[in-house]
């Protein structure tokens, strides 16, 4: 069971950036697939979710400017990020547990996670 996030960047204050998460070893359309953020010295902090059933979440510091998809045939998870600050730079890890198994911004709850992928917003 794996995945692999991949998309992070540097980008300027009000820039797009679009992360890709892909899976593997596991039936991907019974999964919930999440997106957490971590900054050095800070705990871990959920930014978006989406249930196998594609019922999305967003924490409020991203609402309205992050859209997060699936696509199952490609088994990929997608976080489109629009008008990005500088307090979104962090690294981001997509995460992927079966649905039933899954609290709504719980981390604790993911068994299986990505690798993480930098973002840093910076003019």
């Known amino acids: 069971v794996q995945l692999q996030a991949s998309g992070g960047g540097l980008v300027q204050p009000g820039g797009s950036l679009r992360l890709s998460c892909v899976g593997s070893?596991?039936?991907?359309?019974?999964?919930?697939l999440a997106w957490f953020r971590q900054v050095p010295g800070k705990e871990r902090e959920g930014v978006s979710m989406?249930?196998?059933?594609?019922?999305?979440y967003y924490k409020d510091y991203v609402k309205g400017r992050f859209t997060i998809s699936r696509d199952n045939a490609k088994k990929t998870a997608y976080l489109q990020m629009n008008t990005l600050k500088p307090e979104d730079t962090a690294v981001y890890h997509c995460?992927?547990?079966?649905?039933?198994?899954?609290?709504?911004?719980?981390?604790?709850?993911?068994?299986?996670w990505g690798q993480g992928t930098q973002v840093t917003v910076s003019s």
């Open positions: 989406i249930s196998s059933d594609n019922s999305t």
């Open positions: 070893g596991f039936t991907f359309d019974r999964y919930t």
């Open positions: 995460a992927a547990e079966e649905t039933f198994r899954v609290r709504l911004w719980v981390s604790t709850d993911f068994r299986t």
